[in-house]
């Protein structure tokens, strides 16, 4: 039989996967278990990219049981040796209630802040990443000069302040407020926080987001830059900037960590 003979596969036939929904959710500690992993994951690949810095730096989930608590990264462990038995599940008073490490103390003043403002936000996700605090530090938004950057499009906000590091809750109500409804923000002279309903997509809209800044400040750098108009940015959003998107395009990052990175689950 040639190649000509051959017939198309139905589409229902070829394989391809799709973030559950909410409905799908199920046992809450199996949902507790994804969340964890998926946690796991969005370590892992800050730690390749080169996010962190230090000490600093934070991804949370939100518990799908007790749902004014989160699960976080532990303070002062690398981003690249977070391990399963490493997370630390905080309440709402910022006490560690399940782990053996601290939690960051600016974790909780921003993240708790966000998760009480937004209750269908299940994970935020900051780093001090190198692209982003360049930008920040120009008090500057994203433009639409990339298809990329086009999910972000009128979606993040600017928290045009700097008061040192972030420690009082005030600050980070007032950082929640100034995301919104939004899927980002950009903390003026410290860096991105991005959020999703997902931690899949909390942490893919932190890494889309970077690369975004840096496309901007090496084209800006490079000369005269060319603006994708407002019909068209919208467009681009529309179709690239949900949430179901975010998690699709986490997917191969994934299978990289879970087939490269054995001790992941290790406790």
């Given at each position: 039989?040639?190649?000509?003979?051959?017939?198309?596969?139905?589409?229902?036939?070829?394989?391809?996967?799709?973030?559950?929904?909410?409905?799908?959710?199920?046992?809450?500690?199996?949902?507790?278990?994804?969340?964890?992993?998926?946690?796991?994951?969005?370590?892992?690949?800050?730690?390749?990219?080169?996010?962190?810095?230090?000490?600093?730096?934070?991804?949370?989930?939100?518990?799908?049981?007790?749902?004014?608590?989160?699960?976080?990264?532990?303070?002062?462990?690398?981003?690249?040796?977070?391990?399963?038995?490493?997370?630390?599940?905080?309440?709402?008073r910022g006490a560690v209630v399940e782990g053996r490490h601290h939690?960051?103390?600016?974790?909780?003043?921003?993240?708790?802040?966000?998760?009480?403002?937004?209750?269908?936000?299940?994970?935020?996700?900051?780093?001090?990443?190198?692209?982003?605090?360049?930008?920040?530090?120009?008090?500057?938004?994203?433009?639409?000069?990339?298809?990329?950057?086009?999910?972000?499009?009128?979606?993040?906000?600017?928290?045009?302040?700097?008061?040192?590091?972030?420690?009082?809750?005030?600050?980070?109500?007032?950082?929640?407020?100034?995301?919104?409804?939004?899927?980002?923000?950009?903390?003026?002279?410290?860096?991105?926080?991005?959020?999703?309903?997902?931690?899949?997509?909390?942490?893919?809209?932190?890494?889309?987001?970077?690369?975004?800044?840096?496309?901007?400040?090496?084209?800006k750098a490079a000369g005269r830059v060319v603006r994708i108009d407002?019909?068209t940015a919208c467009a681009a959003r529309d179709q690239l900037g949900?949430?179901?998107?975010?998690?699709?395009?986490?997917?191969?990052?994934?299978?990289?960590?879970?087939?490269?990175?054995?001790?992941?689950?290790?406790?």
């Amino acid at each position: 039989m040639g190649l000509h003979d051959l017939k198309p596969i139905p589409k229902d036939q070829l394989h391809f996967r799709w973030p559950r929904s909410h409905e799908d959710a199920g046992d809450v500690r199996e949902e507790r278990r994804r969340r964890r992993e998926s946690l796991l994951v969005a370590f892992r690949l800050f730690g390749r990219f080169g996010f962190e810095e230090g000490t600093a730096g934070h991804i949370t989930a939100r518990d799908p049981e007790h749902t004014d608590f989160f699960w976080a990264n532990p303070y002062g462990v690398s981003f690249r040796h977070i391990r399963m038995g490493d997370l630390v599940l905080v309440d709402d008073r910022g006490a560690v209630v399940e782990g053996r490490h601290h939690v960051n103390e600016s974790a909780f003043a921003i993240h708790s802040r966000i998760h009480s403002a937004r209750p269908e936000v299940v994970s935020a996700a900051h780093s001090h990443a190198l692209h982003g605090r360049a930008l920040s530090s120009m008090g500057a938004l994203l433009e639409p000069l990339t298809q990329d950057a086009c999910a972000f499009y009128e979606d993040h906000g600017l928290y045009d302040d700097y008061n040192g590091v972030v420690t009082d809750l005030e600050e980070g109500k007032r950082i929640a407020a100034v995301l919104g409804d939004h899927k980002a923000v950009i903390l003026r002279n410290h860096g991105l926080l991005t959020v999703g309903r997902s931690v899949e997509a909390a942490a893919w809209w932190f890494i889309t987001m970077e690369r975004s800044c840096q496309a901007q400040l090496l084209a800006k750098a490079a000369g005269r830059v060319v603006r994708i108009d407002h019909r068209t940015a919208c467009a681009a959003r529309d179709q690239l900037g949900n949430d179901d998107m975010a998690w699709i395009n986490f997917q191969p990052l994934r299978d990289q960590v879970l087939r490269e990175e054995p001790d992941l689950f290790d406790r």
